[in-house]
């Protein structure tokens, strides 16, 4: 298992921009795919992006493509979620998850295929 540790969540205005970071530490890094998910009050967690062990394939949900970007640095052992052109409907507390295995993107995307979750970091849009 892997430990995880968000950070960079805050309030911003509809418009801006926020950068997450998703630290880890424990086991190999390398082997595990990165997701981030996000989960409003009395909303099921959702997944937003995913970003492959090697990094070359990632996933982004349907809501978020073309705003955010999911990108890792090995060397920090660090994931980022660039979310940009945020929207109020981005609300929610977002959550960063492991998933062991060297495989693609989007071979698995649920909740429970993701072993290892941070404690979450809040992010808040307002219009």
């Known amino acids: 298992q892997v430990q995880l540790v968000e950070s960079g969540g805050g309030s911003v205005q509809a418009g801006g921009s926020l950068r997450l970071s998703c630290a880890a530490s424990?086991?190999?890094?390398?082997?595990?795919?990165v997701g981030w998910f996000r989960q409003s009050p009395g909303k099921a967690r959702d997944i937003v992006a995913v970003?492959?062990?090697?990094?070359?394939?990632?996933y982004y949900a349907d809501s978020v493509k073309g705003r955010f970007t999911i990108s890792r640095d090995s060397a920090k052992n660090t994931v980022y979620l660039e979310m940009n052109s945020l929207k109020p409907e981005d609300t929610a507390v977002y959550y960063c998850?492991?998933?062991?295995?060297?495989?693609?993107?989007?071979?698995?995307?649920?909740?429970?295929?993701?072993?290892?979750w941070g404690q979450g970091t809040q992010v808040t849009v307002s219009s």
């Open positions: 998850a492991a998933r062991f295995g060297k495989s693609s993107a989007t071979y698995a995307l649920g909740v429970a295929d993701f072993g290892s």
């Open positions: 424990g086991r190999t890094w390398s082997s595990y795919a």
């Open positions: 970003i492959s062990w090697s990094a070359i394939s990632t």
